[in-house]
């Protein structure tokens, strides 16, 4: 079935750093991709989508483009903040009407003072 | 308003007792799902209702019921609860299927003794 594999487990930077998350997905044909991210005691809110090869999405510094031709779509941001500190999911929606969306395990950034 | 709603936020169930979370939603939204979070994992689809379709996964199918008596409202339902079942289960809703963003809950974490 579909999966999604993203860094697992937490990402500790310095602030200003560069941040990357990387996710891998498994499926067939063109799925749709989604980064959403959870602060702490809330639950996962829609980052942003990416729909077709070569496109990039982009919300709050954050961007990732989508490769077929390597299956991925990883996060980054120039420069992360004390406010970034939170989980971030990478998710897919497969082809087909009747579907939901299959998440990653979750990275949590840990901004830390320079 | 863009507010998916969970009650209780905290649920304290026995082993073999039944457990009922329930879920709202105001935004006239045509999906509502549930997912089960355990640590260090994945959200796991545990079903969801597309209008008055529901949709449950096989792996789930015996383990967990559901309710969507009108558009707003969506229930999960553990007949029997487990040790197993302890987790964050967390409700969203989407405009319609598929490739739509879901707005979430902030969860009900469910504890079992």
């Known amino acids: 079935g579909d999966s999604v594999t993203q860094t697992e487990g937490q990402v500790a930077l310095s602030e200003e750093d560069f941040l990357t998350i990387h996710c891998n997905y498994s499926a067939s044909g063109y799925p749709a991709l989604f980064w959403y991210v959870q602060y702490p005691g809330e639950g996962p809110q829609f980052l942003f989508r990416a729909s077709r090869d070569k496109e990039k999405g982009s919300s709050r510094g954050f961007e990732a483009t989508y490769d077929k031709g390597t299956t991925s779509f990883h996060l980054r941001k120039a420069s992360v903040q004390e406010s970034d500190s939170a989980v971030y999911y990478c998710?897919?929606?497969?082809?087909?009407?009747?579907?939901?969306?299959?998440f990653g395990s979750g990275t949590k950034v840990i901004p830390c003072l320079p | 308003d863009t507010t998916v709603k969970q009650n209780p936020r905290y649920k304290l169930a026995r082993v073999g007792k039944p457990v009922n979370l329930i879920c709202s939603q105001t935004m006239n939204h045509d999906t509502m799902y549930w997912y089960q979070k355990k640590p260090n994992q994945a959200p796991k689809l545990l079903l969801f209702?597309?209008?008055?379709?529901?949709?449950r996964e096989a792996d789930t199918f015996e383990k967990f019921q559901s309710s969507r008596p009108n558009n707003s409202f969506c229930s999960l339902y553990i007949g029997s609860a487990g040790l197993e079942y302890s987790a964050m289960y967390l409700c969203?809703?989407?405009?319609?299927?598929?490739?739509?963003?879901?707005?979430f809950g902030s969860g009900t974490r469910l504890t079992v003794l």
């Open positions: 209702y597309y209008d008055k379709i529901l949709n």
């Open positions: 998710a897919l929606a497969p082809t087909g009407f009747a579907s939901a969306l299959t």
């Open positions: 969203a809703s989407s405009r319609g299927q598929g490739a739509e963003t879901l707005y």
